[in-house]
């Protein structure tokens, strides 16, 4: 019998949907997981739960606004520094799904730059009281968004009567606050909206890993957003970002506050429950750990994961509540230093090894080599 080397490709080809016949014989990393369970897991428990908590505490930062607008004293003042804090820390847990309803469109970049952009820009922000004239649209992230109403409220070690009369002298500096407040509580609006309506199917059926993917998005977006604590929440200030020759403690998150360390840690909270597939009320469901646990080599990935997380954990308790973290930058901590090695070493378990055991391409820059 002669033997026809084409029709044994027609047969292979035909046969495919069948046989999974194919030039390698390996199947997808992970194929028998539900990826469609995790991710309705993610976004009925995760993501949905944490823009309604963000947006409940926004509407209440708006009416508090309101009321210290009409009486700008430092009592009302200081109730509204205690309601940017609890928006700004449930903004900790919604930072990491940048994508879909929160990714980039036209040139609105993705909800994390719109509004957590940090350091505040504080020279565009008074340039802009002061001519009673601002572009909420425009490319100035540095001057709306959360860190900027920070700026704002919080002043330049001023008390809160000093920051109130600053208030009550110029209207078009409360005309600010308004118009960032109310901007703040339109982009977590429309992404609570959309998120409830027809998206939230369209992410769950689209469980592919391939790029576009709502596996691939979550997976790369976890990674940026832990990358930003290692890289930007500590490593900026600390003066390890690549171009830096000193530390620059003034560049930390929420430095007019003095909230930065309770923001790194309730974000790394974050970042540790989207690892675990664990909501912000402690209900568990699958996440990357069970994502993990179906492929080769991932059982020994998780306990090296879990090593390394319990290492990190420890280090970043061994920070001391006060004095703030910039005065800390500035004293050249012993402690941030131990806490920015292992923020160093986690990167390799939650970015190239688990990149690579799933099967999910790396699609954004970190800029540092990592």
């Known amino acids: 019998m002669k033997f026809f080397p084409h029709l044994l490709v027609f047969i292979c080809t035909a046969l495919l949907p069948l046989t999974g016949c194919d030039s390698g014989g390996k199947e997808e990393p992970g194929s028998s997981f539900d990826r ?37 004293t430092g009592t009302e003042l200081s109730a509204l520094q205690i ?17 879909g309803p929160s ?32 572009n909420l649209e425009d490319f100035n992230r540095d001057a709306r968004g959360f860190l900027a109403i920070e700026y704002l409220i919080y002043g330049q070690n001023q008390s809160a009567d000093e920051v109130a009369a600053l208030f009550a002298a110029d209207a078009q500096r409360r005309d600010y606050l308004q118009a960032l407040v109310n901007d703040l509580q339109r982009r977590i609006s429309e992404v609570v909206n959309t998120w409830n309506s027809a998206y939230s199917s369209e992410f769950i059926q689209n469980d592919g890993t391939d790029v ?7 997976y790369n977006e976890f990674v940026r957003s832990y990358e930003s604590i290692k890289n930007f929440k500590l490593g900026l200030p600390m003066g390890k970002r690549p171009g830096q020759t000193q530390a620059e403690p003034q560049l ?11 923001m790194l840690k309730a974000h790394f909270a974050a970042v540790e429950n989207s690892w675990y597939g664990r909501a912000r009320n402690g209900q568990d469901g699958p996440g990357f750990r069970e994502y993990l646990e179906s492929v080769e080599g991932g059982n020994t990935l998780i306990a090296g994961t879990e090593a390394q997380l319990a290492a990190l954990k420890s280090a970043l308790a061994a920070v ?3 004095p703030a973290l910039s005065e800390q930058i500035a004293n050249n901590s012993p402690q941030l230093e131990a806490l920015y090695v292992e923020l160093s070493k986690m990167t390799r378990f939650f970015k190239s090894d688990l990149s690579s055991l799933l099967g999910i391409a790396i699609t954004f820059s970190s800029g540092d080599g990592d």
């Open 103 to 134: 990714g980039e469109a036209g040139l609105k970049k993705g909800l994390v730059e719109e509004v957590g952009t940090f350091p505040a820009g504080t020279a565009k922000i008074e340039s802009a009281v002061g001519a009673g004239q601002w």
């Open 83 to 99: 309601a940017w804090a609890a928006a700004y820390t449930d903004w900790q847990y919604a930072n990491a799904w940048n994508f």
């Open 212 to 218: 576009g993917s709502s596996i691939s998005q979550l």
């Open 252 to 262: 930390v998150e929420a430095y007019y506050s003095g909230l930065s360390l309770t």
């Open 36 to 72: 469609q369970a995790m991710l309705r897991h993610y976004a009925d428990n995760l993501i949905k739960p944490s823009y309604t908590a963000l947006l409940g505490r926004i509407e209440t930062f708006k009416t508090q606004t309101s009321v210290f607008i009409a009486n700008p």
């Open 320 to 322: 001391p509540e006060s």
